[in-house]
C-alpha cells in the first residue's frame, strides 16, 4: 500500500548562503494493508522528514512514493490533495484548525469531504470524541481554546474519522494519560484490522510493542558526513 523506493531528499537553506544539507539517501521500505511500521531512529535522524515526504509536504530530491497508485514524487498538487481526502490520513502532533469552526465540525470534516451525510458524520464524530473522553459540552466550541491534552485527542478523532487506506501517525500517544492512550492503541488496531498500512513514530516504548509489527530504523538512510 505505501512502497518508498530509492528516495533522497536534501535541504537547501536560502537564508545561510544556500547550503545543502543531506537528510535522506536511498530509503527504501514498504508497508502491506493491515501493517504498522515504527520508525526508530536517534532525534535528528529524519523520522519526521520521512513521513513529510511521504505526505507530500517535502518533495523528494529522487526516488518513488507510491501511496495506493499515486506515485507522491510525481503527483500533481491536485493529486496529491486527492490523495489526502480519500487514501492518506496524517495524524500530527499538532492540531491546525480553522477558527472559531466547533470541534464536532473539526471532527466530521474529513467524513464530509469524502461525501458521508452529515448525520452520519457528526454521529461518528460524537462517537470518536466521547471515546476520547472531550466532554459533550466542548463539542460545539472551537478545540482552539483547548488544552494540549485535549487538542491532541481531537486531532486524533480527525485523523480516524474517515477510514483512510493508508495513515501517518506522528506521536499519536505523547502527553496522553494511560486511559486515553489504550484508546488511541485500540484505534490503531481497529484500522489495522480492516487493512489499514500505517507508518508510525512512537517514543512510548511500551505503545510501540503493541502495534508496531516491525521497525524500519532511518538512521540507515541518513547520509554519511562527508570529511
Ligand atoms: N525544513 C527543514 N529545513 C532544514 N533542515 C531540516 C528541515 N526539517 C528537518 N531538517 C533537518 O533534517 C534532519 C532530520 O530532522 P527530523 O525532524 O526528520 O528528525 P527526527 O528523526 O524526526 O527527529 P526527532 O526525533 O528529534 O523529532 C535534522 O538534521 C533537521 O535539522
Same mark, same amino acid.
Given at each position: 500500500?505505501?512502497?518508498?523506493?530509492?528516495?533522497?531528499?536534501?535541504?537547501?537553506?536560502?537564508?545561510?548562503?544556500?547550503?545543502?544539507?543531506?537528510?535522506?539517501?536511498?530509503?527504501?521500505?514498504?508497508?502491506?494493508?493491515?501493517?504498522?511500521?515504527?520508525?526508530?531512529?536517534?532525534?535528528?535522524?529524519?523520522?519526521?522528514?520521512?513521513m513529510?515526504?511521504?505526505y507530500?509536504?517535502?518533495?523528494?530530491?529522487?526516488?518513488?512514493?507510491?501511496?495506493?497508485? *499515486?506515485? /507522491?514524487? =510525481?503527483?500533481?498538487? !491536485? %493529486?496529491?490533495? @486527492?490523495?489526502?481526502?480519500?487514501? +492518506?490520513?496524517?495524524?500530527?502532533?499538532?492540531?491546525?484548525?480553522?477558527?472559531?469552526?466547533?470541534?464536532?465540525d473539526?471532527?466530521?470534516?474529513?467524513?464530509?469531504a *469524502?461525501? /458521508?451525510? =452529515?448525520?452520519?458524520? !457528526? %454521529?461518528?464524530? @460524537?462517537?470518536?470524541?466521547?471515546? +476520547?473522553?472531550?466532554?459533550?459540552?466542548?463539542?460545539?466550541?472551537?478545540?482552539?481554546?483547548?488544552?494540549?491534552?485535549?487538542?491532541?485527542?481531537?486531532?486524533?478523532?480527525?485523523?480516524?474519522?474517515?477510514?483512510?487506506?493508508?495513515?501517518?501517525?506522528?506521536?499519536?500517544?505523547?502527553? +496522553?494519560?494511560?486511559?486515553?492512550?489504550?484508546?488511541?492503541?485500540?484505534?490503531?488496531?481497529?484500522?489495522?484490522?480492516?487493512g489499514?498500512?500505517?507508518?508510525?513514530?512512537?517514543?512510548?516504548?511500551?505503545?510501540?510493542?503493541?502495534?508496531?509489527?516491525?521497525?524500519?530504523?532511518?538512521?540507515?538512510?541518513?547520509?554519511?558526513?562527508?570529511?
Amino acid at each position: 500500500m505505501i512502497e518508498l523506493q530509492n528516495v533522497s531528499k536534501s535541504f537547501t537553506l536560502h537564508n545561510q548562503g544556500a547550503a545543502v544539507i543531506p537528510v535522506m539517501e536511498g530509503a527504501t521500505l514498504k508497508v502491506e494493508p493491515g501493517e504498522c511500521i515504527g520508525l526508530t531512529g536517534a532525534s535528528g535522524a529524519g523520522k519526521s522528514t520521512l513521513m513529510r515526504v511521504v505526505y507530500g509536504n517535502y518533495l523528494a530530491a529522487s526516488g518513488r512514493i507510491m501511496v495506493g497508485d *499515486v506515485d /507522491v514524487a =510525481q503527483a500533481t498538487p !491536485r %493529486d496529491i490533495l @486527492a490523495l489526502r481526502r480519500e487514501t +492518506l490520513g496524517y495524524v500530527s502532533q499538532f492540531l491546525r484548525v480553522v477558527p472559531r469552526v466547533p470541534t464536532l465540525d473539526v471532527v466530521a470534516e474529513p467524513l464530509l469531504a *469524502v461525501g /458521508v451525510e =452529515q448525520d452520519a458524520a !457528526r %454521529d461518528r464524530a @460524537a462517537t470518536l470524541l466521547a471515546g +476520547l473522553n472531550i466532554p459533550e459540552r466542548l463539542w460545539q466550541l472551537s478545540p482552539t481554546t483547548f488544552s494540549g491534552g485535549e487538542q491532541q485527542r481531537v486531532n486524533i478523532a480527525r485523523g480516524f474519522a474517515h477510514s483512510y487506506p493508508a495513515l501517518l501517525l506522528d506521536e499519536p500517544t505523547a502527553s +496522553l494519560d494511560a486511559k486515553n492512550r489504550a484508546t488511541v492503541l485500540g484505534l490503531i488496531a481497529q484500522a489495522k484490522a480492516r487493512g489499514a498500512a500505517i507508518i508510525g513514530i512512537f517514543h512510548d516504548e511500551s505503545a510501540r510493542a503493541q502495534v508496531c509489527d516491525r521497525f524500519v530504523d532511518v538512521s540507515t538512510f541518513t547520509p554519511r558526513a562527508v570529511a
